[in-house]
C-alpha cells in the first residue's frame, strides 16, 4: 500500500502542474541567421542568383514544470521551412564551403539553403523546433510541446531587368521600339518600396544618312546626320545627352516602359538600364539571363551588326562579298554583307540587297528621259542575270554607297546610261569601268543615220531600236570590264566588233542579242569589283 499511495502521491503531485504546464509552458523558441558566403555579416538584401546561403540557427529554448520548478529542456531541429510549397519551394542542406551544396536526411545537420534559381521576392527562412521533454538538470518529464516554427530570418531576394529586342526585329528608318524594366519585389521584407528613379542609356551605330545613298537633314532631332537610335521626347521622362541617349523617369517606380526611335536601317546598338536599389546603383540583366546586362538592338548574338532574323546572317562577317551569283570572273560585287543588309533608295523606296547575288545600279536616261516609250530598256544587257536597280539620278553621287561607315570594302560607282546624239566616229561610248563611276553614252542618232532601211538620223526605223540595243549591251559591257573581240572570234556577241565591211554587213542582216557563251566567252568575262 505504501508503494501505491507513494505512486498516488507522485501521481498527485505531477498531475496540477502538469495542467499547469498546459496552460502556461512557452512554446520551445528558436531562429536562425543567413550569411552569404562570400561575406561574414547577414543577408538582408540579394539579387537573384545560383547561391547557396548559409544557414546559423540562434540557440534554441525551452522551459516547462518539473516537481522542482521551471526547467530548460533540450530542444532540436526537426526540420526547416521557406514557407513555400511545391515548385517554387528551396533546398535545405549541407554545405561545407558555402558553394557546395548535400541533401541531408538529419535536420540537425542542415546548415544551408539554396533557392529556386528564379525566385524573386521576400524569402523568411525558419527551423521547425520540438523539446525533448526532460528537465536538464532533474531528469524528470516534462510536458512535451508541439513542433513549432521558429521566428523566420526575413530577406528580399531582388531582381531587376530589361526585356529583349523584339527578335525578329531589323532596323527601320522611324521604327519605334519599346523597352521595359522593371524592380521586383516591389516591396521588400521590412514593408518598404522598392522605388527607385530608372535610368535607360542607349549606345548606337552613327552611320551617316539612314541608308547608304539617302539622308534626311532637317535639323530636327530625328534628322539622319547623328546616331542611329534615340529617345524621343516622352511622357514620364526627361530625355537629355546630345545624342538623345539618356531617359530618367521624372518619378520613383519599380517600373518603366521607354520608347527608343530607329533612325537608320543598319541601326545597331543596345540599351541599358540603372536604378538605384538597396543602396547601390544596380544595371538591369538581360531578361532570363544572369550574366548579360545590357538588350541588343537588334538581337545579335554573332555580333556581325546585323540583326540575327536577317535572312542572310548566316553568311557571318560584315565584310563579306563574294555573292555568287550569276557566275563571273571575280566574285562579289563590291557591296559588303553588312551594306547589302542596310540597303539602298531606289525610286524613292528603301531595299536591301541579296548577298548571294550580284548587284549593279544603273541610271538609265535614255530609256526614261530621252527616249521613253520606245522599248529601249537596258537593251539585252539583262542578259548577263546581274539584279539591276535603276535609280533615280539624285539617289547617287557618282558613287552608290556613298554614306558609308560600317563594314565598308570598296566605293562602288554607278553606271549612267544616257543620249549623246551624234557622233562621227561611235554608236556608243564608255569612259571607265566599275567599280569608278561610270558613264555610257549611247549616239542614237549615228545608229539610226547607219540602219536600214531609211538610214536617216531622225527617224526610228525597227532595225535602229534593235541595233541601239545591242550598242546598249555593248556599252555595259565595258562598264563591267568586257572588251572588244573581232575576226575569228564568235559573231553572234554584242561586244563582237566587225573588222571588215563584209563582216559589218553581216551584223546589220543578224544585230547580236546577247552575250556570247564561248570564243571567248563574254558572258563570263565581266567583273563588278577589283579583286
Ligand atoms: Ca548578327
Ligand atoms: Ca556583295
Ligand atoms: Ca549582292
Ligand atoms: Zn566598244
Ligand atoms: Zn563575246
Redesign the pocket.
Known amino acids: 500500500m505504501a508503494k501505491g499511495s507513494l505512486s498516488v502521491a507522485l501521481w498527485m503531485a505531477i498531475a496540477p502542474l502538469k495542467a499547469k504546464a498546459q496552460t502556461n509552458d512557452p512554446p520551445p523558441s528558436g531562429s536562425c541567421y543567413v550569411f552569404s558566403p562570400s561575406s561574414s555579416s547577414v543577408v538582408e538584401y540579394s539579387r537573384r542568383g545560383m547561391i547557396v546561403w548559409e544557414i546559423t540557427p540562434t540557440s534554441a529554448t525551452d522551459y516547462d514544470f518539473t516537481p522542482w520548478g521551471l526547467e530548460e529542456n533540450f530542444v532540436v531541429f526537426v526540420g526547416w521551412t521557406d514557407f513555400m510549397e511545391g515548385e517554387d519551394r528551396g533546398e535545405f542542406g549541407y554545405s561545407p564551403d558555402g558553394y557546395s551544396f548535400y541533401p541531408v536526411n538529419n535536420p540537425e545537420w542542415v546548415n544551408a539553403y539554396r533557392p529556386k534559381p528564379g525566385f524573386v521576392g521576400v524569402l523568411r527562412i525558419a527551423p521547425i523546433l520540438d523539446d525533448i521533454p526532460i528537465g536538464i538538470y532533474s531528469g524528470m518529464p516534462t510536458y512535451d510541446d508541439d513542433p513549432v516554427t521558429g521566428e523566420p530570418w526575413k530577406m528580399t531576394i531582388w531582381e531587376f531587368w530589361i526585356t529583349p529586342c523584339p527578335s525578329g526585329w531589323r532596323p527601320r528608318l522611324d521604327d519605334t521600339l519599346q523597352f521595359s524594366a522593371y524592380i521586383r519585389p516591389t516591396t521588400d521584407h521590412t514593408g518598404q518600396s522598392m522605388e527607385s528613379i530608372i535610368k535607360f542609356f542607349l549606345t548606337s551605330s552613327l552611320e551617316p544618312g539612314y541608308c547608304l545613298n539617302a539622308t534626311r537633314e532637317t535639323g530636327e532631332w530625328n534628322d539622319t546626320i547623328g546616331t542611329d537610335l534615340k529617345f524621343p521626347d516622352q511622357p514620364g521622362f526627361e530625355i537629355t545627352g546630345l545624342d538623345h541617349n539618356i531617359a530618367t523617369t521624372t518619378y520613383l517606380t519599380t517600373e518603366a516602359t521607354v520608347h527608343v526611335v530607329c533612325l537608320d536601317y543598319g541601326a545597331y546598338g543596345g540599351i541599358e538600364a540603372m536604378a538605384y536599389i538597396a543602396g547601390k546603383n544596380e544595371t538591369a540583366r538581360l531578361e532570363g539571363t544572369l550574366d548579360v546586362y545590357m538588350a541588343k538592338i537588334p538581337v545579335d548574338n554573332d555580333n556581325n551588326h546585323i540583326a540575327d532574323s536577317w535572312a542572310f546572317n548566316y553568311l557571318g562577317s560584315p565584310t563579306r562579298d563574294d555573292d555568287p551569283e550569276p557566275p563571273a570572273r571575280i566574285q562579289g560585287d563590291g557591296f559588303s554583307l553588312y551594306e547589302e543588309y542596310r540597303g539602298f533608295i531606289v525610286k524613292g523606296n528603301w531595299r536591301e540587297l541579296n548577298p548571294l547575288r550580284k548587284d549593279v545600279f544603273i541610271v538609265n536616261l535614255l530609256d526614261e528621259l530621252y527616249h521613253p516609250g520606245l522599248g529601249l530598256d537596258l537593251g539585252y544587257f539583262p542578259n548577263l542575270g546581274i539584279t539591276v536597280h535603276l535609280i533615280w539620278n539624285t539617289e547617287h553621287r557618282g558613287y552608290v554607297n556613298f554614306l558609308h561607315r560600317t563594314a565598308h570594302i570598296l566605293d562602288q560607282g554607278c553606271i549612267v546610261l544616257t543620249e549623246g546624239f551624234f557622233s562621227e566616229e561611235n554608236m556608243?561610248e564608255?569612259d571607265i569601268d566599275l567599280p569608278v563611276p561610270t558613264t555610257c553614252v549611247i549616239y542614237t542618232e549615228t545608229i539610226r543615220a547607219m540602219g536600214p532601211p531609211h538610214f536617216d538620223r531622225y527617224t526610228w526605223d525597227k532595225l535602229d531600236v534593235e541595233a541601239t540595243k545591242s550598242i546598249i549591251a555593248?556599252?555595259l559591257g565595258?562598264a563591267i570590264h568586257l572588251q572588244?573581240h573581232g575576226t575569228g572570234t564568235t559573231t553572234n556577241c554584242v561586244m563582237f566588233?566587225p573588222q571588215t565591211v563584209a563582216e559589218e554587213l553581216a551584223w546589220w542582216l543578224q544585230i547580236p542579242a546577247d552575250y556570247c557563251d564561248n570564243n571567248p566567252g563574254c558572258r563570263y568575262l565581266w567583273v563588278l569589283r577589283p579583286p
Open positions: 556608243g564608255t555593248h556599252e565595258h572588244h566588233v
